[in-house]
């Protein structure tokens, strides 16, 4: 009992990190109508600029990310100005651009860093926490659930009550009208996907700290990140965070169920078996 | 619209004809890239029965693929069940599966990015359930010891068997294309795939005609995967059951022309090769280099002909048409 009890704590922590990758998908998407399928490739640059900022300069990865961060959201500008947003009307399309550009990220990475895995190794790396009396804990998984609720609280703060939010809500619900209004399309989707990728940096720092990394894992967190976009109804943010966390909380209770690679399997099972009863998502509204 | 096709399908198969004489009287080396780029030409065609004919975006068919490679293999080692025997149920497991992802997947009407999304999943759990199962060879993959066949004097290596299977089995995709495209289910395809809400109201069984596609489409991509592990004798999981599989393969389509006939056969035949050599140049200097090349062709391709290869040369031959006039 207190094993699987420790596991879903686990999972809720791991989770919301998760639900944060999905959410910067998300983002994208409710005010483009595209999704980025190298998104978990970026967030493995953005591990990967963590590591060479250590390399170098010898920084913690929770400092790194002040640098990352920005770096990231430029690049992530000038990708989507130059390459997606002229083809954004064409769905299918961007899905074919994105895929070539996660083969180019990850083979880039593989050139410069080698096939091996890395480490970053952080302030919290080995710290542990005691829950109540059962639950051990790594603190940098605590770190993160915190962090992520934070900037979430901040990022719906930032939707819900500033001007910026009010444009960005407008051109979600409907981007013919905004224009109209004079919410400048364009301009708000180019803030709102270097905004992601910004996010996308954080939860690299939070992920890359206690975990070894390697070049080609970007695919397997796109589709870590698909599931709780998916279930969560791809635009409500909200939703998105809590289905991150069922899916977290499945990957590590089927790990202390299932021994080897078929406990990484329950994620998936549970993310088919949802969408069999609920195909919308967990709390999509049936259109 | 009939007659070009009808052009089209046998100047496929022609090519793919006189593609196997050249490749016979090959070295070794070319004939190898020459038996996969047929193969991967085969692949490419099954895919774009979803993807280009039925304008569905599938990330999932690395599950079949693995399947037809992986399945047969195991019954062979494993129960000592004949080949044969083995790639038939990987085709009925596969068409199964396919029918069971569309049911999941065009109930409702949820667009082409949520079907891109779920099938993809689908096929990182096809990945996992696949290294996690003992009996398909586990994270370890399988080996297959092949015998080359003799007919009294007549010696055929596996080299040439392979070279006759991929030769069989992507004239196979060109002729099920070809008829498909000709068929009822062909044209209810284009028509819901050109307009749902049009193609609804006059009767057309959405879930009924993206199923049926899917189906032939998995059939033929098992059938795919069995001639891949053929070539190959030793079955990788991470290669054949891996969703970066499927990717490439559209990545292909996509270049030649999502949709037609010639697209995925010029689109294949055009970069695999290219991406072939570009590894045997580069890898010793600098591995990883040349798929940076490849992927940064691939993404100035798709960004500077959206139509393909066959849509620009369509549009290019139109203009000079009129032109002249």
Redesign the interface.
């Known amino acids: 009992m207190d094993i699987l009890l420790q596991a879903i704590i686990q999972g809720v922590l791991i989770g919301s990190t998760y639900g944060l990758i999905a959410l910067s998908m998300g983002l994208i998407?409710s005010v483009s109508g595209?999704?980025n399928?190298a998104h978990g490739d970026l967030m493995v640059l953005c591990m990967f600029g963590a590591y060479t900022l250590f390399a170098i300069l010898g920084l913690d990865p929770y400092i790194s990310v002040l640098l990352v961060a920005p770096a990231i959201a430029i690049a992530t500008f000038v990708l989507y100005k130059y390459?997606i947003q002229p083809?954004s009307s064409?769905?299918?399309?961007v899905?074919?651009?994105t895929?070539?550009?996660?083969?180019?990220i990850?083979?880039?990475l593989?050139?410069v860093y080698g096939g091996n895995f890395q480490r970053v190794p952080s302030v919290l790396d080995g710290d542990v926490m005691i829950i109540g009396d059962f639950a051990v804990i790594q603190s940098s998984l605590f770190v993160s659930f915190v962090t992520t609720w934070v900037l979430a609280a901040v990022l719906f703060w930032l939707l819900g009550r500033t001007d910026f939010g009010r444009s960005v809500r407008a051109v979600h619900q409907n981007a013919r009208a905004a224009a109209l209004v004079g919410v400048n399309v364009g301009r708000t989707q180019l803030i709102v996907v270097s905004l992601s990728a910004a996010i996308l940096a954080v939860s690299a720092s939070l992920l890359v700290s206690g975990r070894a990394i390697h070049p080609s894992e970007g695919?397997?967190y796109?589709?870590v990140a698909?599931?709780p976009?998916?279930l969560g109804g791809?635009s409500n943010l909200l939703s998105i965070l809590i289905s991150g966390t069922i899916i977290g909380v499945a990957e590590t209770v089927g790990n202390v169920y299932l021994n080897?690679?078929?406990g990484?399997?329950v994620p998936?099972?549970v993310?088919?078996l949802i969408?069999?009863f609920r195909?919308?998502g967990l709390f999509g509204a049936?259109? | 619209m009939n007659r070009e096709i009808a052009y089209t399908a046998a100047g496929g198969l022609v090519a793919v004809l006189a593609a196997g004489v050249i490749v016979s009287a090959m070295p070794e080396y070319y004939s190898g890239i020459a038996t996969k780029t047929l193969i991967f030409i085969g692949l490419a065609m099954a895919w774009n029965i979803v993807g280009g004919i039925g304008g569905q975006l599938s990330l999932g068919h690395s599950v079949f693929i693995g399947l037809g490679a992986l399945l047969p293999a195991a019954m062979l080692l494993k129960l000592s069940v004949p080949l044969w025997v083995g790639v038939a149920c990987a085709a009925v497991v596969s068409s199964l599966i396919g029918a069971g992802l569309s049911w999941l997947t065009f109930r409702f009407r949820l667009g082409h990015l949520y079907f891109a999304l779920v099938t993809l999943a689908v096929g990182e759990l096809g990945r996992i359930i696949v290294i996690g199962t003992e009996f398909l060879g586990g994270a370890s993959g399988l080996l297959v010891q092949y015998k080359s066949w003799s007919f009294g004097e007549v010696h055929v290596s596996v080299a040439t068997q392979s070279l006759i299977f991929a030769l069989a089995f992507a004239a196979l995709t060109i002729v099920v294309t070809y008829g498909l495209l000709r068929s009822k289910l062909g044209y209810r395809l284009r028509a819901l795939k050109g307009n749902e809400d049009a193609a609804q109201a006059i009767g057309i069984d959405l879930l009924r005609s993206k199923t049926a596609a899917m189906v032939i489409s998995a059939i033929l991509s098992s059938l795919g995967g069995s001639v891949f592990a053929q070539y190959n004798g030793f079955v990788d999981p991470e290669v054949v059951a891996s969703p970066i599989l499927i990717i490439s393969i559209i990545l292909f389509t996509a270049i030649g022309g999502i949709g037609t006939i010639l697209g995925p056969v010029l689109g294949v035949a055009i970069l695999f090769p290219f991406g072939e050599i570009l590894r045997g140049v580069l890898a010793n200097s600098l591995p990883g280099l040349h798929l940076v090349i490849f992927g940064a062709t691939l993404v100035a391709v798709i960004r500077l002909m959206p139509n393909g290869l066959v849509g620009w040369l369509r549009t290019r031959m139109q203009l000079l048409r009129v032109q002249q006039a």
Not at chain 1, 90 to 93: D, S
Not at chain 1, 99 to 104: E, K
């Open positions: 998407y595209i999704t399928f390459l083809i064409q769905q299918l399309m899905i074919q651009l895929l070539g550009l996660m083969f180019v990850q083979n880039l593989l050139m695919l397997h796109t589709i698909l599931m976009f998916v791809m080897g690679p078929l990484f399997a998936y099972l993310f088919i969408l069999i195909p919308q049936r259109s």
